[in-house]
Structure formats: C-alpha cells, structure tokens
C-alpha cells in the first residue's frame, strides 16, 4: 500500500505561482511513476504531468508545459509540483497519483487508470 498526501494548495491571482507537494509513505517510492492530474467542476480528470525512472525523465500535457515543473526528492519520498505564471483555468482540485504499472508507451501514463494510489486532492483556484 502506498499512502499520498497532497498539500500547498490554496487562492492565487493571475501570473502567480504556487508549488504542491505530495508526500508518499508506504512502500519504495522510487518504484513508481508519480503523476499528477487535476479535476475542474463538471469536467473529467485530466493528466497534468509525470515523472520516472532514475532519470527522473518528466512529461507534460501541452496546457501547462514550459509553465509547470515536477520533480521529486527521493530521500524524503515527496514529489514537487512547481507551478508558475497561472491562469484562471489552472482552478482545479489536483490529485497525486502512483503508478506501478511498466509501460514503454509515456502516453500512457497520460490515462488516471493506469494509476493504482491517489491523493486527497488540494484545491488550486487562480482569480483573474
């Protein structure tokens, strides 16, 4: 079992930024891919962004690249989202998720099915 804590959520403007953090406790976390997603209201779950390998290779969907970083600190099993230069339509609750799942395909990893543990969820909201 593998238990995900989300937290550094909160209310931003515009061109803000914040940074989540996603503290993993449980088995081996460097095991895992670690993704993060993010729900608006009334829409479905979709993929923000992943890591993994020793490499710490990272993918982004085309909404947040060159915007949003992710990255992890191996020794304290937390996984770091950097999130700058925010818009209105970043305003979602954001999910963490590990997947233990061996894929050659990054795509998908894009897929919240794939993944076998999720956060809580911290609410993101960006006012224009």
């Known amino acids: 079992q593998v238990q995900l804590v989300e937290s550094g959520g909160g209310l931003v403007q515009a061109g803000g930024s914040l940074r989540l953090s996603c503290a993993a406790s449980?088995?081996?976390?460097?095991?895992?891919?670690m993704g993060w997603f993010r729900q608006a209201p009334g829409k479905e779950r979709e993929f923000v962004a992943f890591?993994?390998?020793?490499?710490?290779?990272?993918y982004y969907s085309d909404s947040v690249k060159g915007r949003f970083t992710i990255s992890r600190d191996s020794a304290k099993n937390t996984v770091f989202l950097q999130m700058n230069s925010l818009k209105p339509e970043d305003t979602a609750v954001y999910y963490c998720?590990?997947?233990?799942?061996?894929?050659?395909?990054?795509?998908?990893?894009?897929?919240?099915?794939?993944?076998?543990?999720w956060g809580q969820g911290t609410q993101v909201t960006v006012s224009s």
């Open positions: 449980g088995r081996t976390f460097s095991n895992y891919v």
């Open positions: 998720a590990a997947s233990q799942e061996m894929y050659s395909s990054a795509t998908s990893y894009y897929r919240p099915q794939v993944y076998d543990y």
């Open positions: 890591i993994r390998g020793n490499a710490g290779t990272t």
